[in-house]
C-alpha cells in the first residue's frame, strides 16, 4: 500500500489507522497475486475526521477485465460480485461428478465392463 507514493509498512489485512495530514490523498493498493498493477483511488481526509477507504482483492467474477488484476478500492465497501469463476467451477465439478455417477451405475448396462 502507498499513500501520496510513500509505502506504508505493516498494513494487514483488516483495518489499518494511518494518520495523514488533512487534504486530498493518492492511496494505490497492489495486490500479492501474480500481476501486481495497483489500483488507485483519490481520498479527501478532512481534520478532525477518520476517513474510511475499503480495498477488495481481485476476483473473477462478473467484473470488468481491470478488476480481474487490480481489485477494488473506494469510500465504501465494494459489492461482491455474484457469479464468476467459482459458480462455474462448481457447476463444472458438480456436472462432472453426475456423468461419473450414471457410467459407473449404468455402465455395465452400456457395455463400458
Known amino acids: 500500500m502507498a499513500i501520496d507514493g510513500q509505502s506504508v509498512p ?12 488533512p487534504g486530498e490523498h493518492a492511496v494505490a493498493v497492489a ?7 495497483p489500483v488507485q483511488a483519490v481520498v479527501p481526509v478532512v481534520a478532525g475526521q477518520v476517513t474510511q477507504v475499503y480495498y477488495r482483492a481481485p476476483t473473477f467474477g462478473r467484473a470488468p477485465v481491470s478488476r ?4 477494488v478500492i473506494g469510500p465504501v ?4 460480485d455474484s457469479t464468476g469463476l ?10 462432472f461428478a453426475t456423468v461419473l455417477m450414471a457410467v459407473i ?3 455395465s448396462q452400456l457395455g463400458f465392463w
Open 10 to 21: 505493516n498494513v494487514r489485512w483488516g483495518s489499518s489507522y494511518i494518520p495523514v495530514v
Open 31 to 37: 495486490p500479492q497475486q501474480v500481476v501486481r498493477r
Open 68 to 71: 480481474l488484476t487490480t481489485g
Open 77 to 80: 465497501p465494494p459489492q461482491p
Open 86 to 95: 467459482g459458480w462455474f467451477i462448481g457447476a463444472a465439478i458438480a456436472g
Open 105 to 107: 451405475v449404468f455402465g
